[in-house]
């Protein structure tokens, strides 16, 4: 069964300051994703990859980098965290080609003050 | 563009009684559609997905969905429902090009013992 995880799973930060949100997958997935999910919102997608090197942006990219170093390892960076930048963030994985499902990792709940 | 709407935002039924959660999408080729569950206070898990042929397609914990391309609906039902079936249910698509996933902004179900 894949596994995903995410690191930390909480997080409180200062407006300004830098979050550094970690994923990693041991199913050897191509693709990866960072979703954020509030209340009557959903999941919207943040940013996504291919595989090791790639990342494309998702709905939602403003105020977000990714960095893919290597096919199990995707992170989420916020260079100058928001308070609008709270909310609970979800890394998954899934096979390449749009036809297999997608493994969530457990979410990190993050706060900016 | 590809779009999923879940018009329904909360559903409350009896425990026994059919459930169907509602899911519409717009795209523009055959598209890949899934259903994820989150229980409450967890991450997301894979329910079923519909990829081509049979119209009916069975997953986990006793849910079937069917795909109407006639109009654009992928809904979820399962007879007869539980309490531990309350939970947040998300439907969700895929194009074939690997294009990134969008998700519907979610149904929550409550299911009165």
């Known amino acids: 069964e894949a596994a995903v995880t995410q690191s930390p799973r909480n997080k409180v930060a200062v407006t300004g300051g830098k979050v550094t949100l970690s994923c990693n997958q041991t199913?050897?997935?191509?693709?990866m994703y960072w979703y954020r999910q509030d209340t009557g919102h959903g999941l919207r997608l943040i940013h996504y990859?291919?595989?090791?090197?790639?990342?494309e942006k998702g709905d939602i990219p403003d105020g977000y980098k990714a960095s893919r170093p290597s096919q199990e390892n995707f992170s989420l960076i916020l260079e100058l965290a928001t308070p609008s930048q709270t909310s609970v963030y979800f890394c998954?994985?899934?096979?390449?080609?749009?036809?297999?499902?997608?493994?969530f990792g457990p979410g990190t709940r993050l706060t900016v003050l | 563009a590809q779009s999923v709407d879940q018009p329904d935002a909360h559903v409350t039924l009896s425990e026994g009684a059919s459930l169907e959660l509602r899911c519409s999408y717009s795209?523009?080729?055959?598209?890949?559609l899934f259903w994820y569950v989150q229980y409450p206070g967890q991450s997301l898990q894979f329910l079923l997905k519909?990829?081509?042929?049979?119209?009916v397609v069975k997953g986990t914990k006793g849910f079937e969905a069917e795909f109407r391309k006639s109009n654009s609906s992928f809904n979820l039902k399962k007879s007869p429902a539980h309490w531990s079936d309350s939970a947040k249910y998300f439907c969700?698509?895929?194009?074939?090009?690997?294009?990134?996933?969008?998700f519907g902004a979610g149904t929550k179900l409550s299911v009165k013992p």
């Open positions: 998954a994985s899934g096979d390449w080609g749009g036809y297999a499902e997608q493994f």
């Open positions: 519909y990829i081509t042929g049979d119209t």
């Open positions: 199913n050897n997935h191509n693709n």
């Open positions: 969700a698509l895929e194009g074939r090009n690997n294009n990134a996933p969008r």
């Open positions: 990859s291919y595989g090791a090197g790639s990342t």
């Open positions: 795209y523009s080729a055959a598209p890949y």
